[in-house]
């Protein structure tokens, strides 16, 4: 089977003495009361700039008065929502949507199908397994059984090639730390396997399945804190079956350059190890091999750093590469690593699309595009033939298509704004596609219309849009409108189904999604501009879409929300702090807003190849003009925001939350709310439980509604369910479930 895409790694001293705590903060201007927030004497010069952090205390999770200051603001968060009426009723509807069985994709292993299955409601999505794809599914680990809050959550499973054993990961509360557990699969019996500080890894089983390859990270020093210390010296190791962890083989380390990071796997055929050797989030990577029985020296194909190369497969000693050397938008190259001069020898050329990925199934090619961020698929002869273009229901986002080579089928997912995702079985020989799951949903998705625009930025790039509504919708000005983007790490957005964005559309308001720069969606061009010293632009281009819905008729700034979560978090966080006239309302989740020390953090310094970082004198200069954190300004009328984090991020940690909450709290000036939300057993997102991601979403609908005005208006009763399919339903061999992407 094609190996998994790696994730991507979504990735001064100070001097001073603490002063006593300050009164309670009373913001007359506003009628809110706020919790105080002490501040400390920290001044650090950077460049040559003075640059205060008063709430530098807050990045300790033990620091005192923190779980006093966190109780109280999630005690003023809730007493302010709690007069919204209208709560109780999204609260219902999330529910309501979201109340239905979801299926992730079948992923065969000898003559077993594993996939996950939720049956509406439950906490977590519980992983099945059934001999044969129309056999009697067993459930094989259900993670609502880990804990009682369902917080402790299975964030990783792979099993080995025949399907005997199964290798797992917990997380703890949405921590990014996870223990990995072996399962024998035809008992159900866990094993004494258990594998520690590991993090952005999974278990890349050997082809005689007996053991995994895994990377993780030397343990925290005792007395540090694990969910806030730096993540640095990655190791890959070799975990053989049965024995402890303590006599696992060290593959490879590199002390000297402690911010690589490693990945080792064989071959489908079981003839080669492979090492992929990354810094950061760049995209641009080393590539080794060697004999996949050999302790040997590497053989260094790609040794350079200059563009990405990604194993699709291979047929005996010809490789065939993912890369984006010489392509930007990317290629399919073949390379036989045997060759006394190797080649790269094209398969697929480079198109004014973007690659977004290819497999090796069946003895097939199968590629996938994104076309003005929508997926374009196409079946291929492995000399790049095309065979047939694979047609999809409507323009949105496809996603599976993995498989071994001896496979006849493979599975995808469809998912729009407006079609529930469905599952499909891809007849590889045939390139026919049937329905293979579709589940039901009350959900009348004739009642709505989804349009692409392109709007213009500020300095005349074409940004393209999506925009989500009910039909007939009147262009006055006076629409509730959502404003969504991400812009960064070359991560694309691309149409799906949502139960927020679905309800969201129910209560009477408009969905958007903007495309910005610094995303993936047009290739390695269009990310480098929205990156580093050019980070600006992404901040441009969201100003820009707010402004063509407002010129449009579509809305108008005091009926304007905005919304994004991590890099996305950022980007609110920017775009209020510099346009604060221009949005009714924001809600910055788990968001990276102290730019110059988001580095100092777990895995934050992997960032440096999006951001940049403070160490450098220019992009010091860029840091510290967009920094949310360093840019609330005394006096200034800033927009209702409800920021939400959880105190157990460990990817992006609480304290860049914090920092902004309380910056915002003693400066902002006017009577719009500015709230927090701490989810007291939440990290950054994956394995949030089912309750926990409907209490959150109906807060934020809550908040906005009481922001925006709203005048919530519910639709007429769908005549029947929909049966297009409900949820971003299907789960990779890695674990990564798309049934929780539903949300």
Known sequence: MSTSRLLLYSFVLWTGCATAPQPVDEAAETGFVYPSARTVDVVETLHGVEVSDPYRWMEENDAEGLREWIEAENALT???????????????????????????RPARYGERYFYSRNDGLQEQSVLHVTDGLDGEPRVLLDPNTFSEDGTVSLAGWRPNRDGSLLAFAKSDGGSDWKDWFVLDVSTGEQLDDHLTWIKFSGANWTAEGDGFYYSRFPAVPEGEDKLTSANENSQVYFHKVGTPQSEDTLIYEDPENPTYSFSVSTTEDGEWAVMWIGEGTERRNRLWIRPANSDGEWQKLFDDFDAYYWLVGNIGSTFYLETDKDAPMGRLVS????????????VLAEQPETLGGTSLVGGRLIATWLKDAHTLVKLFELDGTEVMEIALPTLGTARGFGGWQDDSETFYSF?????????????????????????????????????????????????????????????????????YAYGGFRISLTPRFSVSATTWMEMGGVYVVANLRGGGEYGREWHEAGTKLQKQNVFDDFAAAAEWLIANGYTRKEKLAIQGGSNGGLLVGASITQRPDLFGAALPAVGVLDMLRYHKFTIGWAWSTDYGTADNADEFEALLAYSPVHNV?????????????????????????????AELQAKHKGDAPVMIRIETRGGHGAGKSTTMWMDEAADQFAFLVRALD???????????????GASEAGTSEAGDSEAEAAK
């Open 78 to 104: 809730a007493d302010y929502l709690s007069a919204v009426p209208e709560q109780p009723e999204i609260r219902a509807r999330l529910e309501a949507l979201l109340d239905h069985e979801r299926f992730g």
């Open 335 to 346: 390379y036989d690593v045997t060759a006394e001069a190797p080649e790269l020898v094209e």
């Open 415 to 483: 998912s729009s704004y407006l079609a529930p995702t469905s599952l499909y079985r891809l007849d590889v020989s045939t390139g026919e596609s049937t329905l293979y799951r579709a589940p039901e949903i009350d959900f009348n998705a004739d009642a709505f219309e989804t349009k692409q625009v392109f709007f213009e930025s500020k300095d005349g790039t074409k940004v393209p849009m999506f925009i989500v509504h009910k039909k007939d919708l009147e262009l006055d000005g006076n629409n509730p409108t959502l404003l």
């Open 633 to 661: 300004k005394e006096g200034t009328t800033y927009p209702a925001t409800l920021i939400t984090t959880g105190d157990h991020d460990d990817r992006v940690v609480p304290a860049h939350s914090f920092k902004f909450a």
């Open 710 to 724: 709203m005048k919530v208006q519910w639709p007429e009763p769908a005549a029947g369910a929909s049966e297009a």
